[in-house]
């Protein structure tokens, strides 16, 4: 192909002038796809890689924006690990992943399945469940500050209208962070059943038969056939879930503030107040991040780890 | 009658699930060719339809078709409830008076239903200023993130440079650290680019340059311009047209649905981001929608909160009802085959 590409571009060139050209092919098709990759190059450069580096270069350093930074060693991370608002944060986030995973993670499954199974209506059951994954975070966020409102509030009242207890929502240590979960689950969940609904549309109808004619009853069909057959959509949403879950900002940056008594700051919202709240202290927020990262990569890593393993 | 109507696959089914009692129960109540008829009308919805946990045949018995019509139902009734209710009341209380919206028991439609609301709050959060501002913001990003990320992904896939999978390895392995964990590094980055010595603060460079440096896009694209075989590109190659009239020529118009998820995915994303807009665009006649209202919500009252929050609506709702079928493409074309 090669050589039938070069004669018929330049027919009188003799034979032996054609490894130079060859090579004077492949640096030009070189600087071609460069002056197209140079756009993206200089966006992932600066505002993708480098800020990932400077991050670990900031964490060993105080800097102002103003003066030359210093170097201060660990100091970063030392204070940060003192704050006692560390662990509260840390924790606060792990069982904010927790609760999600509850929420976010089996409940979009077990409605992919039931939407799966029916036979009418299901234009209008995936456009209306995500519906509110549409919406701007800050719409959503600020409907259910409403709602939680302990006087005037949409739950309390149907909370007491059937005869329950209310509730303080967002003002109790016990219930601020189940509350951001719910929050964050009703704005996040569609798309999860719509992935699971793709997933599931994709297993092979025969499974079913033959798992019917070996008389497996329904729950076991699931359990036998669904669950294997989406395996490796199901891991991957899972760690998605989990990284997705570690950047919580908005529900505790306008419901609670990270209160009551830090009942609800995550990792996330702990690193803004170092660095945009507590007068600038990016040193601290970046080794928090630091932090944050090498989690994240963790996670990253088991879920190649795990998704490798499957495919084999 | 539902026998002979299916494959010989689910006629063997039926002696397992199929009630006993039923036709002995219908034969007795109505001649045979009515029960036909009605077995038939059943039938009509639970085929034609790709096999899923339950069987057609299991649908199609007595007991069968009870269960799925109230899972129906509840499900119909559960969702309205659970997705579309919080939506209404939140149109329902911006409608209602500062009183009627603060009264208990609440009402379930407002007494004396106002419109001008609408237009306070447009005029309390500057929406106005907001939604030309953010519009402004998403369709530059989508713009220039195509730009950018078409002409890089066709550069990785076809014109296939040295170092190119280093580069794309590179490229993805930003997609494992979500840009809040860098948001300090970035936030930095901005007020005083290193090299260029450029300061981004209120400008809306400030959020076109970080949203094109964006992984997924590239991979999705460039998984797209693989799949087109190498032999058109050749042949045009050999009539000497240049990479970029390629590019324009051919591959653009082939790859139109990946460009459709593609920039549906950037224009969202830019209109429902809230941290790094938060951080980078702090003068309120730069905000975007979602700051601003956060920003004023704390000083109108909640009726005025709610209209502000359905005028913000809107325009995704839109979005959502006239690219729908991108949007859900686009949802699933990464995360099955990735």
Not at chain 1, 27 to 46: E, K, M, Q, S, W
Not at chain 1, 52 to 60: A, D, G, K, L, Y
Not at chain 1, 259 to 278: C, D, H, S
Not at chain 2, 11 to 28: G, I, L, M, Q
Request: charged letters at 15%; glycine letters at 6%; hydrophobic letters at 50%.
């Amino acid at each position: 192909m090669d050589t039938l590409t070069l004669r018929t571009k330049r027919p009188a060139r003799p034979p032996r002038r054609r490894p130079p050209s060859k090579r004077k092919r492949a640096v030009r098709n070189n600087i071609t796809a460069y002056g197209f990759l140079c756009a993206a190059l200089f966006c992932f450069a600066l505002f993708a890689w480098w800020p990932m580096i400077r991050q670990i270069i900031m964490s060993f350093q105080e800097t102002n924006l103003v003066d030359e930074p210093t170097w201060v060693g660990l100091d970063n991370f030392r204070t940060v690990v003192e704050d006692p608002a560390f662990g509260q944060a840390w924790k606060n986030t792990i069982a904010f992943t927790f609760l999600a995973l509850i929420c976010g993670y089996v409940i979009p499954f077990a409605v992919a399945i039931i939407l799966n199974e029916l036979r009418h209506a299901r234009a209008y059951l995936r456009f209306v469940v995500y519906l509110p994954v549409m919406l701007p975070p800050i719409v959503s966020v600020l409907l259910f500050k409403w709602f939680y409102d302990p006087g005037p509030g949409l739950f309390n009242y149907v909370l007491d209208a059937v005869g329950l207890p209310t509730l303080a929502w967002l003002d109790s240590t016990d219930t601020a962070l189940i509350s951001l979960v719910l929050v964050s689950t009703w704005m996040n969940m569609g798309a999860g059943v719509l992935i699971y609904l793709a997933a599931l549309q994709n297993i092979p109808g025969d499974l079913y038969e033959a798992a019917e004619l070996d008389g497996a009853g329904i729950f076991k069909r699931i359990w036998n056939v669904t669950v294997p057959q989406t395996r490796l959509i199901l891991l991957l949403m899972l760690m998605l879930q989990i990284v997705a879950t570690m950047q919580v900002f908005i529900e505790p940056y306008q419901l609670t503030g990270g209160g009551p008594e830090n009942a609800t700051v995550t990792v996330a919202f702990l690193m803004y107040q170092y660095a945009f709240v507590y007068g600038g202290n990016y040193g601290a927020g970046s080794a928090l991040g630091v932090m944050l990262m090498i989690v994240l990569l963790a996670v990253a890593a088991v879920q190649l780890r795990l998704t490798r393993d499957e495919k084999r | 009658m539902a026998n002979t109507a299916n494959t010989a696959d689910t006629a063997r089914t039926v002696h397992t699930t199929a009630k006993p009692e039923a036709p002995a129960e219908t034969r007795k109540v109505t001649p045979p060719s009515a029960h036909r008829r009605k077995r038939r009308r059943r039938a009509a919805w639970a085929d034609g339809h790709a096999r899923t946990i339950v069987s057609p045949l299991e649908l199609k018995s007595r007991w069968g078709t009870r269960i799925y019509w109230a899972v129906l139902a509840a499900v119909l009734s559960v969702f309205t409830l659970v997705f579309v209710f919080p939506l209404y009341w939140m149109v329902t209380g911006a409608m209602k008076s500062g009183e009627e919206i603060a009264q208990m028991p609440p009402t379930l439609w407002p007494e004396n239903p106002d419109f001008s609301v609408f237009s306070d709050a447009w005029e309390l959060f500057d929406i106005g200023t907001l939604l030309q501002n953010t519009l402004y913001y998403a369709v530059g990003a989508w713009l220039f993130t195509l730009a950018v990320d078409v002409t890089a992904a066709y550069a990785l896939s076809k014109l296939r440079p040295m170092f190119g999978n280093a580069i794309l390895g590179a490229m993805l392995a930003t997609l494992m650290i979500p840009p809040i964990v860098v948001m300090i590094p970035a936030y930095v980055t901005v007020t005083d680019v290193p090299i260029f010595g450029w300061q981004l603060l209120n400008s809306p460079w400030a959020i076109w340059f970080p949203v094109a440096a964006n992984g997924f896009n590239i991979f999705l694209l460039k998984r797209f311009f693989d799949s087109i075989p190498d032999e058109i590109l050749e042949a045009a190659e050999i009539d000497g047209v240049p990479p970029w009239r390629v590019l324009v020529s051919i591959i653009l118009p082939i790859s139109r649905p990946i460009l459709g998820v593609v920039s549906i995915f950037t224009i969202v994303m830019v209109f429902k981001d809230f941290l790094w807009p938060l951080l980078v665009l702090p003068d309120s006649e730069k905000m975007t929608l979602s700051v601003g209202l956060s920003q004023t919500a704390g000083a109108v009252s909640q009726n005025q909160i709610m209209a502000g929050l359905v005028i913000a609506s809107i325009p995704m709702i839109i979005v959502f009802f006239f690219f729908q079928r991108s949007i859900m493409a686009g949802l699933t074309a990464g995360s099955l085959k990735g």
